[in-house]
């Protein structure tokens, strides 16, 4: 052999060892790598379905759910020990109204600490698209809070949630009364030709940046100038889209049924699921009707008819003190409204409707709740009306010195027409009835909030409490559900019902939203006296693989993601 052949040789002998050795340092680092981003072991894992929990590990990796077992020799960035504790789907809060709130505060403290790692919103007044006579208004609800409006659309709306970033996920209808307001404003009659053109232009509009569907508030103006065929309308341009029609019903009392009746025929009509917004029975002299409803939603259901609900479970509902006035009363713009309140006849027409009924005006609120007890002031914006927040408004009268007729227009003249109020109307077997129907899902019907959050005054504990409350409550105490039925209402059900395809489960492949419980303690510390107080028992919250509440503690952390609908169009 040649002296250069021997060069050669020496040469390719030593690539080879050379080889060797970078292979075994490289399989020693890839050894040492941790297979996944985190490790939850130990846990009770409901994943979601209703089925029973089972002894497993969770593995996550890149924001998904990659493994489900015994993963004994498995390794990860962070290791969650979640003995005792039971590990779920992150909830799916079906009924939100933090579309605002998450702009002051994208940390979502209210929501995220009840173990919601998705809120939807949009009910009725969407925060888009905004136009035309509903623009002065829409501003002007937005004052209390400080945000300053650089949207139009719904999908500039998504872009501005994702630029600020957010603790939690979000999805949104696209509401029938905010396109409404759009096009033809706060004034009572049917929308003409050109101008349903218009709404239906805007729906679509709405749908392809990524709406889930049309909702509606058919108890609010201007939602309740909208007849069902208007909705109809409405609902076969979500349809084209796969959305879904959702309703704050026309009635809750004594023509529930009724109500019911019209979200059956807008869904049948429009070829698209309808979903009932916090499904109860309101107003004292209709408690025990709650079966007559189930009927009604059962027979639909039996024909085909793909129809849903959610509630919160609590006995008292909120919405704005100006309900407390006959219908008439609520028509145009919060100017026109205050204009009114200041006549003394118009006040003795109110208190005389107040007292004996209106014919067509079925949620009498002060009735319904028994009088002016059952009704109380949760929030309001001007310094000298905090004082009458968490107060009865017949407590409200009497530190006014005045009738409560008259001190419901001071004060609401004094808060530019509006205010937030709680009305003790519901009874509790009617709650606990509808809470065991098997397409009942969970919903707070409140915003993501904090206690630094001063101008939401004091309001509904369901802002706080709502999941944990079912858990601790009505599982644990009451045993109206068992533990895989809540954590099924909460989580599987919810997604299917608004289309969620990667979340609600707990299983390979799903976005990585997790909440862990402990099933001995979890429970709502919020009170109608005092509710900005945060519930106990869930210490760990994780969004899209990422964990936001760590032993009991935000993290900081704002992984949360637009959801969008089916029709988006990218």
């Known amino acids: 052999m040649g002296v250069t052949a021997k060069k050669a040789l020496r040469l390719a002998v030593l690539c080879l060892a050379t080889g060797l050795l970078l292979g075994l340092a490289g399989s020693r680092r890839a050894a040492q790598e941790p297979q996944y981003d985190l490790l939850i072991v130990h846990g009770r894992v409901l ?24 993963l004994d020799k498995a390794t990860a960035k962070q290791v969650i020990d979640a003995t005792g504790l039971v590990v779920a789907p992150g909830f799916i809060d079906l009924h939100s109204h933090s579309d605002f709130t998450l702009l002051v505060d994208g940390n979502a403290q209210s929501k995220i600490r009840q173990g919601v790692t998705t809120e939807i919103l949009g009910e009725s007044d969407s925060a888009g698209p905004v136009l035309g006579p509903a623009v002065d208004e829409f501003d ?7 945000i300053k409006r650089d949207w139009k659309t719904l999908g500039e709306y998504f872009a ?13 209808y696209v509401g029938s009364g905010q396109v409404r307001a759009d096009v033809i404003g706060y004034t009572n009659r049917p929308a003409h030709d050109d101008e349903m053109d218009a709404m239906k232009q805007l729906v679509e509009q709405a749908m392809r940046e990524g ?3 049309v909702a509606s508030g058919l108890i609010y103006a201007p939602n309740m100038y909208s007849n069902t065929k208007e909705l109809i309308e409405l609902g076969k341009v979500a349809a084209k889209y796969g ?6 019903i026309r009635g809750e009392g004594v023509h529930g049924v009724q109500a019911i009746q019209e979200a059956i025929q807008i869904s049948i009509k429009a070829n698209l699921p309808a979903h009932i917004l916090h499904f109860k029975v309101d107003g004292k002299d209709n408690w025990g009707h709650m079966g007559l409803q189930i009927k009604t939603v059962e027979e639909a259901r039996s ?6 609900a959610d509630q919160y479970p609590y006995i008292a509902a909120m919405t704005g003190l100006e309900q407390c006035l006959p219908p008439r009363y609520l028509e145009g713009t ?31 609120e002060v009735k319904s709740v028994g009088g002016w007890h059952g009704v109380m002031v949760a929030s309001c914006q001007k310094p000298e009306n905090k004082k009458y927040e968490g107060k009865r408004m017949d407590e ?13 227009c001071d004060l609401l003249i004094s808060e530019e027409g509006s205010a937030g109020a709680i009305y003790f109307s519901m009874s509790e077997p009617d709650v606990e009835l509808g809470m065991k129907q098997p397409w009942v899902g969970i919903g707070s019907d409140g915003s993501a909030v904090s206690p630094e959050m001063t101008f939401e005054g004091k309001p509904h504990p369901r802002f706080y409490g709502t999941f944990p409350r079912v858990l601790g409550v009505y599982v644990r105490e009451k045993k109206v559900l068992t533990l895989p039925e809540a954590v099924h209402k909460m989580t599987g059900l919810s997604a299917k019902i608004v289309g969620l395809t990667d979340r609600g489960l707990l299983k390979p492949g799903m976005a990585a939203d997790i909440t862990l419980f402990d099933p001995a303690a979890v429970i709502d510390k919020a009170t109608f006296e005092n509710p900005a107080q945060y519930p106990v028992g869930i210490p760990y919250v994780i969004v899209n693989g990422v964990v936001v509440i760590d032993k009991g503690e935000h993290t900081g952390a704002r992984p949360g993601r637009v959801l969008y609908g089916k029709g988006k169009k990218t």
């Not at 501005?160 to 949104?172: D, G, T, W």
């Not at 100017?335 to 067509?360: C, E, F, M, T, Y």
């Open 47 to 70: 994943d979601g379905s209703g089925s029973p929990a089972m002894d497993s590990s969770v593995a996550v990796k890149d924001g998904k759910i990659t493994e489900i077992g015994g």
């Open 140 to 146: 002007k609800s937005l004052k209390p809070t400080g």
């Open 160 to 172: 501005r949630l994702e630029r600020q970033h957010i603790s939690v996920n979000i999805a949104s």
């Open 211 to 213: 709406a889930i569907g």
């Open 243 to 248: 959305g879904i029609y959702t309703s704050h």
């Open 303 to 308: 024909n085909g008819v793909e129809i849903t």
């Open 334 to 364: 919060s100017q026109q409204i205050v204009a009114r309140l200041k006549s003394a006849d118009a006040r003795a027409r109110i208190r005389a409707d107040i007292l004996n009924g209106l014919p067509g005006w079925e949620d009498n």
């Open 396 to 408: 409200v009268a009497k530190m006014m010195g005045k009738d409560p007729v008259d001190a419901l």
